[in-house]
Nanobody, 116 residues
Framework: QVQLVESGGGLVQAGGSLRLSCAAS????????MGWYRHAPGKQRELVAF???????NYADAVKGRFTISRDFGKNTVYLQMNSLKPEDTAVYYCAAKGSSTWGTWGQGTQVTVSS
């Protein structure tokens, strides 16, 4: 089973950028999709972006045009490039892998804090 470890979170001012990385212990190609969720205090967990095995990407409306998901099969790593960050992007960001039908594998999360 794939294990996921996120990195790259931190504190940034509004308008700044961060790149999150998700390193997988196994092949990310074995998953039907790789994605990034976020969970902010008092809010429901939200699917921010995902990329399918075939390379199709999808984004939440709140991040379209600002965030980009990508992957490197050689490094078994998925990235989330976050630009033009806003205070409302503050959350714990989780990397996840989708099996046949469910997002069944999760990382430990990385905190992103955007100051105004």
């Amino acid at each position: 089973q794939v294990q996921l470890v996120e990195s790259g979170g931190g504190l940034v001012q509004a308008g700044g950028s961060l790149r999150l990385s998700c390193a997988a212990s196994g092949s990310i190609f074995s998953s039907n999709a790789m994605g990034w969720y976020r969970h902010a205090p008092g809010k429901q967990r939200e699917l921010v972006a995902f990329i399918t095995r075939g390379g199709v990407t999808n984004y939440a409306d709140a991040v379209k045009g600002r965030f980009t998901i990508s992957r490197d099969f050689g490094k078994n790593t998925v990235y989330l490039q976050m630009n033009s960050l806003k205070p409302e992007d503050t959350a714990v960001y989780y990397c996840a892998a989708k099996g046949s039908s469910t997002w069944g594998t999760w990382g430990q999360g990385t905190q992103v804090t955007v100051s105004s």
